[in-house]
């Protein structure tokens, strides 16, 4: 499948291998043409960047043969809505791209950029913005449930245009807008703001640069609005070349970071929220949500995505599905509690556990940190994702404070590193015993038994009863405050 999204700022070709509920980008390419550059003083669609879109839809439409993509959705939006020779660009784009264009109202790409973050989070609570280059969308979301929503001309190209170029003004222009936005942001108090816009992410870039911020993956990147409203501030007043990492962004998109950054101050002003969440998934990834049936909506993303991971990567994918169970049985005869959300991270981590073992065995743990660090996962926000790079990592590298990454440490914070180092150390056992194979674990249960953390083996495995084993049994033990052993046939190792 593939989606072809005609923006104000950018035309774009993204396909998918699949309509799954964590679908994977084959193919992403975008060209920046600039459509929406001075619409609402025109009120047309400026002519070069119309040959550009149409150069960058013939070339979309020959990529889309070549991969033999059996479906394509065209998106247009606020330029082509707006613009008076909008019609005539449009048919001659579904000329050039081959294929029907559904031009979306504000009120329905609205809809399906809060779907699209339906579609990337876990349980989302908050408001969704979705900044382009015409327009603004604001919409309520809450788990499922999205709410209505209302656009607004203020997208970057569109405020440059109103502004006449003025930082100041354009502030001005936002402010007189966001009171038509009362009834959304009224609502965001408290609660987390969803930014979606290739404007926001390049600004989250930046943000991370000048952090020092060691994961860069867009997706769940979050902060809290204190520390934005004064890097925002810096945005607006900074000549944009001095800014850290700035040579990651586009120099067509640079010019538009005052806007966004003014954007998003207001909101952040107006209406208060616990954090903001930077969110890769917008309306392309609602449209997709929305063609899956009712129980496919229901998957959580993370653990399809772990695995599909699972399937392409580890040894034998059905002992990645056994170590949920395995992990399931020892974790309940634990006495600590395990939250849900923290349940759902153990089982992406068993699903994970093997996916850098084709590496040198002195290099597992670095692969495993790289491969997951930096996958394309939904539904898991930053601390999450460290979690399981190091639950993995650690499953390799040993148990050791000083084995443990101290980076990803900080990041998942000290509750998750604990849960992070119970895992490793359940799947260091779990190796020992299955040597990643199917099959094995379900004859050697692991539980708290009488005070202590036991492994139960059946006798023709009683050579399986080293050191080696006994000591990474130990060690678990350590980790929850109880002695470790074997038991084979009813007698203690």
Known sequence: ??????????????????????????????????????VLTTGRLNEDAVARALTALGRFRVLCETMRVSRV???????????????????AAEAACGHEIQLLSGRREAELSALGVVSGF?????????????????????????????????GGLALQDLSGGSIKKAGKIVREHMRRAAPQLETLRGRTFYAVGGTWRAIARLHQASRGYPVH????????????????????????ALLPDVDAISEARRPLLAYGAAVLEEIIRVGRPREIAISASGVREGLLFEQLDRD???????????????????????????????????????????????????????????VGWRAHPDYRDEQSIAV??????????????????????????????????????????????????????????????????????????????????????PPDWADLSSDRLLNRVRGLGRLVGLEGRIEIMGAAD
């Open 217 to 240: 993956v867009m997706h769940g990147y979050a902060v809290e609005p204190t520390d934005e409203l004064s890097f925002l501030q810096v945005v607006e007043q900074t000549d944009v």
């Open 122 to 154: 876990h349980a989302p609570d908050g408001v969704v913005g979705d900044l382009g280059g015409g327009s603004l969308e604001l919409v309520d979301v809450r788990g499922t449930v999205v709410g209505q929503g209302v656009t607004m001309p203020l």
């Open 1 to 38: 499948m593939a989606i072809i999204d005609i923006g104000s700022n950018s035309v774009r070709l993204v396909a998918y291998d699949g309509l799954t509920r964590a679908p994977t980008p084959l193919y992403n390419e975008k060209v920046l043409c600039g459509l929406g550059r001075n």
């Open 296 to 354: 496919s909506r229901l998957i959580d993303p993370l653990l399809a995505s772990a695995a599909e991971f699972n399937t392409l990567r580890a040894r034998s994918p059905r002992h990645g599905e056994e170590l949920i169970a395995w992990t399931d049985r020892f974790v309940t005869t634990l006495d600590g509690h395990e939250t849900a959300d923290e349940r759902r991270l153990r089982h992406a981590g068993c699903l994970l556990s093997d």
């Open 73 to 91: 959705f065209v998106l247009a939006t606020a330029a082509a809505r707006d613009a008076e020779n909008g019609p005539e660009f449009l048919r």
């Open 372 to 457: 997951i660090q930096n996958a394309a996962f939904v539904g898991v926000d930053h601390p999450g994702r460290a979690y399981l790079a190091l639950a993995v990592s650690l499953r390799h590298s040993g148990l050791a404070l000083e084995k443990a990454n101290p980076i990803l440490r900080n990041v998942a914070g000290p509750r998750l590193f604990e849960r992070a180092r119970l895992l490793g150390a359940m799947l260091r056992v779990a190796f020992s015993i299955s040597a990643g194979m199917d099959g094995a674990l379900v004859r050697a249960p692991l539980a708290v038994e009488d005070g202590r953390v036991t492994l139960r083996m």
